[in-house]
Nanobody, 125 residues
């Protein structure tokens, strides 16, 4: 059973919107911190947003603040990433991952155990 399944990627023009979804098995969902990472062409994966499923606390990197919104639906064990005002530099493969270390200071990736297979986002200028 795959722990994390992403969907919702696609191709849009700059300024457009996409919503990514990450469905998790119940065992992997409760009281966990989930995140979305972007892997741009030729670059390492970088975290862009995170959410703790019990506390509801959200985290964003500076590059996406005000444009992306991470949210959750506990009835569906699903994490969403609403991506608005997309820019060409948002292009890449987006991965859902857990667990992250989510604290008052932000989120860390040293405890990550599971990655989804990724979903492609392409933003053209």
């Amino acid at each position: 059973q795959v722990p994390l399944v992403e969907s919702g990627g696609g191709s849009v023009q700059a300024g457009g919107s996409l919503r990514l979804s990450c469905r998790a098995s119940t065992y992997y969902y409760d009281s966990k911190c989930f995140g979305w990472f972007q892997q741009a062409p030729g670059k390492d994966r970088e975290g862009v947003a995170a959410i703790h499923t019990r506390r509801g606390t959200t985290y964003y990197t500076d590059s996406v603040k005000g444009r992306f919104t991470i949210s959750q639906d506990n009835d569906k064990n699903t994490i969403y990433l609403q991506m608005d005002s997309l820019k060409p530099e948002d292009t890449g493969t987006y991965y859902c991952t857990t667990p992250l270390e989510c604290t008052d200071g932000g989120f860390g990736s040293s405890a990550i155990t599971y990655w989804g297979l990724g979903t492609q986002v392409t933003v053209s200028s």
